[in-house]
């Protein structure tokens, strides 16, 4: 098993090598393509030292911006590599026991960095440590409360019609059913750096534009479903060499965009927003759909919303929290 991972780790990093999008030119000093070389720090709105992550606001030509700095997870293609060529500094030895600074050489102490810019005070709430609250929406609420909460915002998933479109992302989707009513592209979340299997992170999105999130599906909507389960982890094992039963496959609510798309996560990683506050599994979803057509529309769903959160406020406002 060890040695099937680390075959995929180096085909995933070499596959993986120029799907990201435009970069600098061979020869050319990559300071010059940097989008955060003028980025100004303002505050940290989240940090994380168990998922060794940073999340900074700040300005990029004095545009709102955020950057999202990742710690990349050591590779076990690289083990050797890096105790033979890192530079060790004591810092205790007793016994047997003895810990180190390693400072390991540039290419294997790679951080991760996301760029949002501009970004919205939506974006900024979204980072931002927050106290959570647990909501319990029944149909009703839906139907009363959020539905015109989310009709009367303006939330842009242009960026998702740029990847349907193959304006933008082409090159990294991994599979695409073209049908427009049961189709969808598949292609690896940006949470996942495809240089190892065991944080594995793909996102299947619907080609239909009429499907905002769980509470639009009826029993109709079986074919499309059980088309993104198959198809979704046929491609992943095809691709990858993960079979289904090392998947977690699962739809959020409240999603983060609404468009409807469904998460394909490895087994192994313990992906933000998979626990059951949100994370509803696809397998779940279309048995329960099998069952009452009706059900996701009808149904009382929990789901976790931050405190200043505007929808949080239109639950408060209706006596409901």
């Not at 120029?18 to 003028?38: C, I, K, Q, Y």
């Not at 440590?129 to 915002?153: K, M, N, V, W």
């Not at 049961?182 to 940006?190: E, K, M, T, Y």
């Not at 099998?290 to 405190?307: E, H, K, M, N």
Request: net charge negative; proline share 5%; charged share 25%.
């Amino acid at each position: 098993m060890a040695a099937m991972q680390e075959s995929e780790a180096k085909r995933l990093r070499r596959d993986s090598g120029t799907g990201n999008g435009a970069a600098a030119g061979e020869g050319e000093d990559p300071a010059l393509h940097s989008p955060v070389s003028g980025f100004t720090t303002e505050r940290v709105l989240r940090d994380s030292a168990r998922e060794k992550t940073l999340f900074v606001h700040g300005k990029i030509d004095d545009q709102e911006a955020i950057v999202i700095l990742e710690k990349t997870p050591i590779r076990q293609d690289t083990v050797d590599e890096m105790l033979k060529t890192s530079t060790l500094k004591l810092e205790m030895k007793n016994d047997i026991y003895s810990t180190y600074q390693l400072q390991a050489p540039a290419h294997l102490n790679e951080i991760k960095t996301t760029v949002i810019c501009p970004a919205t005070e939506k974006h900024v709430k979204k980072y931002l440590r927050q106290e959570t609250f647990l909501i319990e929406e029944s149909g009703d609420d839906y139907t009363a409360i959020t539905l015109p909460y989310i009709s009367s915002q303006s939330f842009s998933v242009q960026w998702v019609y740029n990847i349907l479109e193959k304006k933008a992302e082409a090159d990294r989707i991994i599979f695409e059913d073209p049908d427009p009513n049961i189709g969808f592209v598949l292609l690896p979340d940006f949470k996942w750096d495809q240089k190892q299997l065991h944080d594995l992170y793909l996102i299947a999105i619907v080609h239909r534009k009429d499907r905002k999130s769980l509470r639009d599906l009826t029993s109709d909507d079986l074919p499309l479903l059980k088309n993104i389960q198959e198809k979704g982890q046929e491609a992943i094992k095809k691709q990858y060499g993960v079979p289904p039963s090392k998947l977690r496959v699962y739809l959020h609510y409240q999603p983060s965009y609404y468009h409807l798309h469904v998460h394909f996560t490895s087994l192994e990683y313990d992906a933000p927003g998979s626990g059951v506050e949100r994370a509803h599994l696809l397998s779940d979803v279309i048995q329960n759909l099998q069952a009452d057509s009706q059900y996701y529309s009808s149904r009382t769903i929990t789901f976790p919303l931050c405190a200043d959160n505007a929808l949080l406020l239109r639950f408060k406002e209706a006596g409901k929290l």
